[in-house]
């Protein structure tokens, strides 16, 4: 008997196999119909997006490198959202974007109005790396470099001149040019000095600056400060 079953329902097993393997060609051409369907449109959405962004640029105090910086958020993608909402959200962000701005060109003045009243005391390179072009942290790093300058200032003129002032022109990060690492170091009396403490460091220096590096370190010397090679 069960051999006269069985026939049967290997039948309909493979009749079933069939099926299935054509629901199952169906479903993947139906997902890679809509897969494509989904890039084209956002393909459309961003080109969209991007002509209006950089058509608000123009007509803003901004640079036209800050449409790279404006973020296409998700949802700006999503087949229910509003027009309205997704413009108001980029207009949010270049107003952001136009703020962070005006203040890098603020405080980058007010750095190199300080470095040019003060000299090369005043260490200019550490606050301008410390700027961002489009970033939100310009008028704090401003506030910083006029705390500088007010401590520099209040510094006696002979204790000024009798620092030993380290400078070196070293690489900036983006590889152009370079700017000056000034420190002042007190000249030490060795009658008066409390003494000496070993602080172990490990530098890692690009091949470019190895000879800077060097005379930064033959000037840390003449500061009192030695160093070995380990």
Do not use: C, H
């Not at 051999?3 to 196999?17: C, I």
């Not at 506030?143 to 002979?158: F, Q, T």
């Not at 380290?166 to 009396?189: L, M, R």
């Amino acid at each position: 008997m069960s051999a006269y079953f069985d026939t049967p329902k290997k039948m309909l097993k493979a009749q079933f196999a069939e099926l299935y393997g054509i629901i199952a060609d169906g479903e993947s051409k139906v997902d890679a119909i809509i897969a494509e369907d989904t890039r084209k449109r956002n393909d459309s959405t961003t080109a969209r997006l991007i002509n209006y962004i950089t058509s608000k640029v123009t007509g803003m105090a901004l640079e036209t490198d800050a449409v790279d910086f404006v973020i296409l958020e998700k949802q700006f993608f999503n087949k229910t959202v509003k027009d309205a909402e997704v413009y108001d959200n980029i207009d949010r962000q270049l107003e952001a974007l136009e703020k962070n701005f005006a203040a890098f060109i603020r405080a980058e003045k007010k750095i190199n109005k300080i470095a040019q009243s003060l000299g090369p005391v005043f260490n200019k390179g550490r606050f301008l790396y410390g700027l961002s072009k489009y970033g939100d942290n310009n008028d704090s790093t401003a506030a910083l470099a006029e705390e500088e300058a007010e401590r520099l200032s209040n510094i006696p003129a002979e204790e000024q001149k009798s620092a030993a002032r380290v400078a070196i022109p070293v690489k900036t990060p983006v590889g152009t040019g370079s700017f000056t690492v000034a420190v002042n170091f007190p000249v030490v009396d060795k009658k008066t000095s409390k003494g000496s403490e070993d602080l172990m460091y490990s530098f890692t220096v690009p091949k470019e600056s190895k000879k800077q590096f060097a005379e930064l370190l033959k000037e840390l010397k003449e500061a009192g400060i030695k160093s070995k090679k380990l």
